[in-house]
């Protein structure tokens, strides 16, 4: 019988110019000095923090310019308790977001992360809600602002904070933002977002309301993430297109779990440095090679076989389209976005054996279709150098 639990934030807004609501959205949360937590390019803050001074709210920026870290994790709640900052607004891409999430929740629990962090830490439950946080992603990528983890690096590995209590209490999209996202960025974003919809349409754990969402997602991803690299985001329904397949990713990784292209990304990100969507781009397609041969070969009667002839006729847009079909379609985005390969992050044939063992054991390998052999993942990031 189909059972299946949902865990969503109660509070999305979507919809060009609505980063303007933001001072409201604070405010309702009783937010009176809020700590702005951006990417790398903290200016891009400076219209929302004039508009929270403008609103009474006091602000000031946190900075996260490379992948989010428990260190960074840890300087963000410190600085919470110096500034009696009483609200976390995440205004930046997946890291910005992420470490806004875990350090709101732990601005108020004072536990270090390793208290709760999986693989690497105690694996401790979230017992007590944080600070009011509001999530407002600047590209089209990883979906944080409705994920109840947040995954932070350390120790050369990447593992996840996992509790309801880190879903913002407002995640607020604004397809607007976008504009002037670099082209390298557009590419990596995309193919994760892309990845976290294919990921749970085949997942074990996928149930009909992820199906919905993973279906519309590919869709929109498909009909424009190769142009927006081409064109950039000056289409107003590319950008919608893309910030609809970014969100629509990320409830359905909170809610089906993902599968090898997310496995190795925990694996191979951390001992790379490489940021997180260019590890998915660069593995993505090989990862559903060998998926589709391990099902054919091991599972023939799998049902995730027969969603993969549906996938491969979400992406081409062709009835009669087969697996092999999708696999040649990924393969040829792959090379239009100018994915790197994993080799010009550092990594050669003699750290492949260290990446294949630590994506063993990441949490994303079990919604994976199938159980994946040592020697199956060891060709995937072979294939992906």
Not at 69 to 81: D, W, Y
Not at 228 to 239: C, P, T
Not at 352 to 375: F, T, Y
Request: aromatic share 2%; proline share 6%.
């Amino acid at each position: 019988m189909l059972q299946f639990q949902l865990t969503v934030p109660t509070d999305i807004r979507f919809g060009a110019g609505r980063v303007s609501e933001i001072p409201d959205a604070l405010a309702g949360l009783g937010a009176s000095r809020v700590l702005v937590v951006t990417g790398r390019s903290a200016s891009r803050a400076d219209g929302v923090r004039a508009a929270l001074t403008d609103a009474d709210i006091a602000s000031m920026v946190f900075q996260v310019a490379a992948e989010p870290s428990i260190e960074r994790v840890r300087t963000a709640v410190e600085l919470l308790a110096e500034t009696g900052c009483d609200a976390v607004l995440g205004f930046g891409g997946g890291s910005a977001l992420d470490v806004a999430k875990a350090a709101a929740v732990l601005a108020t629990s004072g536990k270090d992360p390793l208290e709760h962090l999986e693989v690497i830490g105690a694996g401790r439950p979230i017992e007590s809600p944080g600070l009011p946080c509001v999530a407002v992603p600047t590209t089209a990528g990883t979906g944080s602002e409705v994920t109840r983890n947040s995954v932070l690096s350390g120790s050369g590995v990447k593992a996840s904070l996992r509790s309801p209590l880190l879903l913002p209490r407002v995640a607020l999209v604004d397809p607007d933002l976008l504009v002037g996202v670099p082209r390298p960025t557009i590419a990596a974003s995309g193919m994760d977002a892309l990845s976290q919809l294919i990921e749970p349409l085949l997942s074990q754990r996928a149930n009909p309301f992820t199906d919905a969402l993973a279906r519309e997602g590919i869709r929109r991803s498909a009909r424009s993430l190769r142009r927006a690299y081409q064109e950039g985001m000056e289409d107003a329904g590319v950008r919608e297109d893309l910030a609809l397949a970014s969100l629509f990713s990320g409830m359905c990784l909170a809610n089906s779990g993902l599968g090898a292209v997310h496995g190795l990304a925990a694996a191979a990100g951390a001992r790379l440095s490489a940021p997180h969507g260019a590890v998915c781009a660069a593995v993505l397609a090989a990862a559903m090679e060998i998926n589709l041969q391990a099902l054919h070969d091991r599972a023939p009667e799998h049902p995730a076989l027969q969603r993969m002839v549906e996938l491969a006729t979400l992406l081409t847009g062709r009835p009669d389209a087969t697996p092999e079909d999708a696999l040649a379609w990924l393969q040829d985005l792959t090379a239009a976005l100018t994915i790197p390969g994993l080799a010009s992050y550092g990594l050669d044939e003699a750290g492949i054996e260290a990446v294949v063992a630590a994506a063993q054991k990441a949490s994303s390998m079990r919604g994976n279709p199938i159980e994946l052999r040592d020697e199956e993942v060891r060709e995937i990031v072979a294939r992906s150098l």
